[in-house]
């Protein structure tokens, strides 16, 4: 399968280069966290393994991937210039335009000078004698720091389908995490694609309309909702940025950073009339209204679940001409709203044409493996041209686990993790000193960008809480993780989502170890976890240890 990372040959120095942080990724949150350490006055690093910045939005160049939250609430909001320079083009950003205001951003505070590319992390080593961490790269270039830095996204760490024979089809085989900078040409050919997750969604009605024919695998279908994405006008943009405070004010007094509020109204006390009436009106809307601005109990409540369900499956059976089709597309095993809700455009009405067909590899036709040629199901040989494995990612601990990181004692964190992650507001892991994690598991979650802010100002909050006071390492307090676990576990009770299988649980059938749902995040929500944080840096951080 093709690698677009290209690794510089760099040789190694005699001696070891030191900082006062190492920052491991230079997506959103690894730009952000250097921006804030500089402010600081620390010296930093930051070793991407790409060969420029951007993270998810430099990997996954696969067609129609794009922004499913608005745009305009997407963007860093630190720096008011930066706000009313930015011009979006859409409501809901593609990702070259994305990748290019990142390009714009790393330009205009000059970051890249502390960045160094093609520099994969393969083990980070914690020395208590030293109070230090040594950090490898995949050269074997080596690095030390006071503080190490986590910037490496809750979905980076793809996987490829645990199918016999994928290594030997013959014709060029893609994961859409590891596109290709070149555009891809499927004029004239026969595509397979191996899955129908949020980024399938995504790429399936795009390679459609180009290839001569597209066949769809599906293991299990996904509910979905349209996007109705649309152009940003120059007075329209003007507009936005007149109302930026008050947009990010409003999107802080969500649970999980978007401009959307839960209705307060529980579904089945609304009259079925006006119900339907509701539902029509959120589905007709542009993003997530329909998932997070809807009746406050479709994510606990069976019957209010049911209830919205069977309306997408209306809208489904009405988008999808063939009803035996349609029926494949609707989900049986879990409800709506109980997995992160892709946002589409046009994916239903894609297999109304004549040159797609969807397999359903569960109930139909299982894979048997890949062969030289295509693939080769129970029933019959399928050829291609190109493949395609859309088979997601080793959600949240995933990134963590393929870098060795080890810390008091050479505890590894993949080990201390095995069973649920440990740690304390999903920031600091226990036995890991002076490990800053952004995003890591069990820290709220929702607008990834406005998350990914507050996690940065927390956390550099306690760098300059250290610097003040002459402490050089910060640890967290068991009893304060035990606490936090078990108030993660307990805030997912109640949620449906926390009985399906997905990446948000920790299930993955392509990887070893896989197969057991975790607790991998807060799921309470997220104006209380906000008030935490606020309430333990105005009371002197007294939950963790320093010294």
Request: net charge neutral.
């Amino acid at each position: 399968m093709p690698d677009t990372l290209v690794t510089a040959e760099r040789s190694i120095p005699d001696q070891i280069a030191e900082y006062d942080a190492i920052v491991i990724g230079a997506g959103i949150s690894g730009m952000f966290m250097l921006y804030r350490l500089r402010e600081l006055g620390m010296t930093a690093r930051v070793f991407e393994m790409g060969t420029d910045i951007g993270g998810t939005w430099y990997w996954n160049r696969y067609p129609g991937a794009r922004f499913d939250s608005e745009s305009w609430t997407y963007g860093y909001s630190f720096s008011k210039e930066l706000m009313q320079e930015w011009d979006w083009k859409e409501h809901f950003s593609p990702q070259p335009d994305t990748l290019e205001y990142l390009n714009y951003v790393a330009d205009k505070f000059d970051l890249r000078r502390d960045m160094q590319f093609s520099s994969a992390v393969t083990a980070a080593h914690w020395d208590d004698a030293a109070n230090q961490w040594t950090v490898t790269l995949e050269s074997g270039e080596q690095a030390k720091s006071r503080f190490l830095m986590t910037a490496i996204g809750i979905l980076s760490a793809h996987t490829l389908p645990a199918i016999p024979g994928r290594d030997s089809f013959k014709g060029p085989a893609y994961h859409p995490a590891r596109w290709p900078k070149q555009k891809v040409d499927f004029a004239g050919k026969r595509v397979g694609i191996i899955g129908t997750g949020a980024t399938a969604i995504q790429a399936i009605p795009e390679i459609a309309r180009e290839c001569a024919h597209l066949t769809v695998f599906q293991r299990r279908p996904n509910w979905a909702a349209p996007l109705h994405n649309a152009k940003i006008g120059k007075e329209e943009m003007e507009q936005i940025k007149s109302r930026y405070d008050e947009i990010y004010a409003f999107c802080a007094s969500t649970p999980m950073w978007f401009i959307h509020q839960p209705d307060p109204r529980k579904t089945l006390e609304v009259a079925p009339e006006e119900r339907e009436a509701y539902w029509e009106k959120l589905y007709a809307e542009p993003g997530f209204g329909i998932w997070l601005g809807n009746f406050r109990d479709i994510g606990t409540d069976e019957a209010a679940a049911a209830a919205i369900s069977e309306f997408i499956a209306r809208k489904i059976r009405q988008r999808v001409r063939d009803p035996k089709v349609a029926e494949k597309l609707i989900p049986k095993d879990h409800p709506f709203a109980s997995r992160r809700v892709p946002l589409e455009s046009g994916y239903f009405e894609t297999y109304n044409r004549n040159n797609v067909t969807l397999v359903d590899t569960l109930r139909d036709e299982p894979i048997e493996r890949i062969t030289p040629e295509g693939v080769k199901t129970t029933k019959r040989d399928y050829a291609f041209d190109i493949l395609i494995y859309a088979t997601g990612f080793d959600g949240v601990t995933g990134a963590f686990d393929r870098i060795d990181i080890r810390g008091k004692d050479g505890l590894r964190l993949k080990d201390a993790w095995a069973e649920n992650p440990r740690t304390y507001l999903g920031m600091l892991a226990e036995g890991f000193p002076n490990m800053l994690m952004v995003l890591g598991p069990h820290t709220a979650r929702g607008n990834i960008p406005q998350a990914i802010e507050h996690s940065v100002q927390f956390q550099t909050g306690i760098l300059r809480f250290m610097q003040g006071r002459g402490y050089t390492r910060v640890e967290t307090r068991p009893e304060q993780v035990e606490d936090w676990t078990q108030t993660v576990i307990r805030a997912g009770e109640k949620l449906l989502s926390s009985k399906v299988d997905s990446w948000q649980t920790g299930v993955n059938r392509n990887v070893e170890g896989r197969q057991i749902r975790r607790v991998l995040g807060y799921n309470g929500n997220g104006i209380h976890f906000r008030k935490l944080t606020d309430e333990v840096a105005s009371g002197g951080y007294k939950e963790f240890s320093f010294r």
